[in-house]
């Protein structure tokens, strides 16, 4: 029979991996008598776990939420888990110094042999270059979007203007989702004033007191905010991932050098030499542009619109080159 202490850590990692657990079925798991389960029970109970005893005809244990936090126990593979997430969020996000200190707490406690795993394990989580306009987020106001979100209580705010724009007026929203999209913050919401969706940057909401009345949710375009944040941000109306415009061209490529630069597009190798290229953008223009970049012999196969962005683009950098003006020599 395991020791006392050894003991209450298996019954422990056991009522951590599921809601209900008859005594029964602690006790088989464990190999021991259902009275040494209650006894074990209780001496979780005076550690400060809160335990409940499940009613029924088996009768059973249930490990509840507490009014703190009791120590936990993790697996490895749990462990190594937590590091990546900690270690991710530690490099350059809202909760970075928070996440800093938690992976130093962890790591204090772990044995040797997995502290010597887990150092093995690199991740370095780089974050995009910084616009000048971005502003740090700050953890209570991501706290408080959370709970009006949970509370379904509708949300007045400040909204500080971006660049090129003015101070705008006092929003008053129903707020129904918080995403993260390319490492910046939004609050999805649905505006009273416009009575439209709209998506705000989180670290431009200065939230008012005290909200408002609560408010039956709305149904997302698209079903699901997956869906309806990718539409959005690739210029359509939230109810489709597909792009507004979406072109086919002839690359005088080898498919192998287009496709990591496709990004979400389909590349078909025709030849050595040669690749087919579907790519979608929120613009004709924008297409013809991302499709230039590839520096090569291009041949549309359509649509027409693409054919006449590129016709376009052809137009605006001749005059753009035409209208260079020559560097002039010091003067005497």
Not at 257 to 285: K, N
Request: aromatic share 6%.
């Amino acid at each position: 029979m395991q020791k006392t202490s050894s003991r209450l850590l298996s019954l422990l990692s056991l009522l951590q991996t599921r809601r209900d657990w008859s005594g029964e079925d602690l006790a088989g798991r464990l190999d021991i008598t259902s009275r040494t389960v209650r006894r074990d029970i209780d001496r979780l109970r005076g550690l400060g776990y809160p335990i409940t005893t499940v009613k029924g005809p088996a009768g059973g244990y249930r490990l509840e939420a507490g009014t703190h936090m009791p120590p936990l126990l993790f697996d490895d593979d749990q462990v190594v888990a937590l590091t990546v997430a900690l270690r991710t969020a530690a490099a350059g996000t809202t909760v970075a110094e928070d996440a800093s200190r938690a992976l130093a707490t962890l790591r204090q406690v772990m044995p040797p042999r997995l502290r010597h795993r887990v150092d093995l394990l690199r991740v370095t989580a780089v974050p995009p270059p910084a616009a000048d306009d971005t502003l740090q987020v700050e953890a209570h106001v991501l706290m408080e979007l959370s709970r009006v979100i949970h509370a379904r209580e509708e949300l007045r705010f400040d909204y500080a203007p971006g660049r090129g724009t003015s101070a705008d007026s006092p929003r008053r929203v129903q707020p129904h989702h918080l995403v993260m999209w390319r490492q910046r913050w939004y609050l999805v919401a649905w505006d009273l004033h416009r009575e439209d969706w709209r998506t705000f940057r989180v670290e431009r909401i200065r939230p008012r007191v005290p909200t408002g009345p609560r408010f039956a949710p709305r149904e997302l375009p698209g079903g699901n905010i997956s869906t309806f944040i990718t539409s959005r941000f690739r210029g359509n109306d939230g109810t489709t991932t597909d792009w507004p415009c979406q072109g086919e061209v002839i690359l005088h490529l080898p498919a192998a050098e287009v496709a990591p630069f496709a990004q979400d597009g389909i590349v078909e190798e025709l030849g050595p030499h040669h690749c087919r290229l579907v790519l979608g953008s929120w613009s004709w223009t924008g297409l013809a542009t991302e499709i230039g970049r590839f520096d090569t012999a291009i041949e549309v196969i359509g649509p027409p619109q693409l054919a006449t962005a590129f016709g376009d683009l052809a137009t605006r950098y001749t005059h753009a080159a035409r209208a260079t003006r020559p560097e002039t020599g010091p003067t005497r």
